[in-house]
């Protein structure tokens, strides 16, 4: 890169900024207008909750734009933790995810994680495809190893929409396994701390969640492989 364009990244215009946040000018008045509505119908509700954050929930979902995890069940601020990647994924080598399981069961003690997927999710159709998208490939491995240990159940089913929603729902069940696997989830049963873990689907045509009926919450519900001595 040529030596002028570097500077001219590194040391904005004086005022630069302030053009930025016009551009943007809209979602600080939605703001403005949003936190004025949840102060009006909660009073001190803000002040409140920067003392302190006392979730029920961690929520473990995909980042699609169209899946905002309080909106879709209807809870304010405070109240969900929440982890999103492309595909709700839960790898045991993934960071990032483990710390966020872990505070929230740890530290905020949260009684349930939600997985949740959701039908038509562009994740799992990649994962389904043979296209190259890149860097994102490694990650969507994961989903292809559960459409492999299940290919037969899916191409058994007739049109592709069907077939990219069946392995939606069965990347969620994988998903709740992922989660009771770890020894964060079965450090918490083993301290005899109450703890449910959910796989729930959400379908973005017709804003509705659906149970997949996975709910775990006790270690003898876990696969003898993966269980940890207490
Ligand atoms: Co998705």
Same mark, same amino acid.
């Given at each position: ?91 045991? #080598? ?6 966020? $399981?872990?505070?929230?069961?740890? =530290?905020?003690? %949260? *009684?349930? &994680? +939600? ?43 007739? #049109? ?6 069946? $392995?939606?729902?069965?990347?969620? =069940?994988?998903? %709740? *396994?992922? &989660? +009771? ?50």
């Amino acid at each position: 890169m040529p030596r002028s364009r570097i500077s001219l990244i590194l040391t904005p215009k004086p005022g630069a900024q302030f053009t930025n946040m016009k551009l943007l000018q809209h979602l600080f008045d939605n703001n403005k207008l949003w936190a004025q509505s949840i102060e009006s119908s909660h009073p001190g509700f803000f002040r409140k909750l920067s003392e302190q954050q006392t979730p029920e929930y961690l929520w473990i979902g995909c980042s699609d734009s169209r899946v905002p995890a309080n909106e879709i069940v209807g809870l304010l601020p405070g109240d969900v933790f929440v982890h999103r990647n492309v595909g709700n994924v839960v790898v045991h #080598s993934d960071l990032n995810c483990l710390s966020v $399981l872990q505070y929230a069961i740890e =530290i905020l003690k %949260v *009684k349930h &994680v +939600i997985v949740c997927g959701h039908y038509g999710c562009g994740g799992i159709k990649a994962a389904m495809s043979n296209e190259k998208h890149g860097l994102i490939d490694n990650w969507l491995r994961n989903i292809k190893d559960i459409y492999k240990l299940n290919e037969k159940k899916i191409n058994a089913l007739e #049109s592709e929409k069907q077939k990219v929603d069946r $392995l939606c729902e069965l990347n969620v =069940i994988q998903q %709740v *396994k992922s &989660v +009771i696997h770890t020894t964060i989830v079965q450090d918490a049963w083993d301290r005899g701390q109450p703890l449910a873990v959910h796989g729930w689907i959400y379908s973005i045509a017709d804003g509705l969640l659906r149970d997949l009926g996975v709910c775990v919450t006790a270690k003898d519900q876990i696969d003898q492989i993966y269980r940890t001595d207490s």
